[in-house]
Nanobody, 121 residues
Framework: QVQLVESGGGLVQPGGSLRLSCTAS????????MGWFRQAPGKQRELVVT???????EYAASVKGRFTISRDNAKNTVYLQMNSLKPEDTAVYYC???????????????WGQGTQVTVSS
């Protein structure tokens, strides 16, 4: 069984910073993309950023220039550095990873439990 465990959420003032972490563990053969999604109250879950195992990234327009994704493949860990936070960034942030647990079989999307990020003065 594969588990994604994330941490780093909390309460910050506008303009502040947070760093989220997510580590995948379990019976993993390989991981391609890892990334972050978020869901604010009353809104649909949206993509924040993704990162392939080779380092290619795609950011949502709303976070470009403020958020940075990075990953440590040896540790199966992905990070999200969030700077210049705004109230509209308030949401539950979910880690996701495309994981293969068996050679020659398709990858499946795995999700973390979510961590609350609140930006408020």
């Amino acid at each position: 069984q594969v588990q994604l465990v994330e941490s780093g959420g909390g309460l910050v003032q506008p303009g502040g910073s947070l760093r989220l972490s997510c580590t995948a563990s379990g019976s993993i053969v390989s991981i391609d993309a890892m990334g972050w999604f978020r869901q604010a109250p009353g809104k649909q879950r949206e993509l924040v950023v993704t990162c392939t195992s080779g380092g290619s990234t795609e950011y949502a327009a709303s976070v470009k220039g403020r958020f940075t994704i990075s990953r440590d493949n040896a540790k199966n860990t992905v990070y999200l550095q969030m700077n210049s936070l705004k109230p509209e960034d308030t949401a539950v942030y979910y880690c996701a990873a495309d994981v293969s647990t068996s050679w020659g079989r398709p990858r499946t999307r795995r999700w973390g439990q979510g961590t609350q990020v609140t930006v408020s003065s």
